[in-house]
T-cell receptor, first 113, second 113 residues
């Protein structure tokens, strides 16, 4: 089965630093998502992306967050100035068409010290 | 209004038994109810999903029961196997627009051999 690939699997950063989390969605998929899961809590929607623009975002996705699809294969999440509370597992997901299932990557564990 | 409540938090079942996980939602606009299975170190993977126009959906040993009037749905795993040991998440969203899934808290299922 095709896979969504996320790198790195673990990222440690200092508070206030910028981080970029990378994702390679499934080829030919058109819809892209970021979700996150704080340890012990539920998985939460952050943002959806289609046709090179954000289609929907949650309250969590404030001005410190941005997403980009810089080329035909990568999809990135940037956190400009990380805070302690940004520590979480970040999942990328992609979807072929609106009614198809989401495929999730294995996640990037972000630790902000 | 956006919450999905899941119970129990953890569940231990003997091999061959039936595992039952329950979820309740509040937003009547939700019309897509998937269950995800997550193994350690992996992202959530779609297990089975249901739309509110049916009361039950079965795929192999996995069955979703849906009660629209009670705003509840449940996952039944028949003949539970040790390989089913994982964390299970229920979720809900609207099928139209971005798949902005609202997840339950998760259930850690352990199947004892």
């Amino acid at each position: 089965e095709p896979e969504v690939t996320q790198t790195p699997s673990h990222q440690v950063t200092q508070m206030g630093q910028e981080v970029i989390l990378r994702c390679v969605p499934i080829s030919n998929h058109l819809y892209f998502y970021w979700y996150r899961q704080i340890l012990g809590q539920k998985v939460e929607f952050l943002v959806s992306f289609y046709n090179n623009e954000i289609s929907e975002k949650s309250e969590i996705f404030d001005d410190q967050f941005s997403v980009e699809r810089p080329d035909g294969s990568n999809f990135t999440l940037k956190i400009r100035s990380t805070k302690l509370e940004d520590s979480a597992m970040y999942f990328c997901a992609s979807q072929g068409t609106r009614n198809e299932k989401l495929f999730f990557g294995s996640g990037t564990q972000l630790s902000v010290l | 209004q956006q919450q999905v409540k899941q119970s129990p938090q953890s569940l231990i079942v003997q091999k061959g038994g039936i595992s039952i996980i329950n979820c309740a939602y509040e937003n009547t606009a939700f019309d897509y109810f998937p269950w995800y299975q997550q193994f350690p170190g992996k992202g959530p993977a779609l297990l089975i999903a249901i739309r509110p126009d049916v009361s039950e959906k079965k795929e192999g040993r996995f069955t979703i029961s849906f009660n629209k009037s009670a705003k509840q749905f449940s996952l039944h795993i028949m003949d539970s196997q040790p390989g089913d040991s994982a964390t299970y998440f229920c979720a809900a969203s609207r099928i139209q627009g971005a798949q902005k899934l609202v997840f339950g808290q998760g259930t850690r299922l352990t199947i004892n051999p």
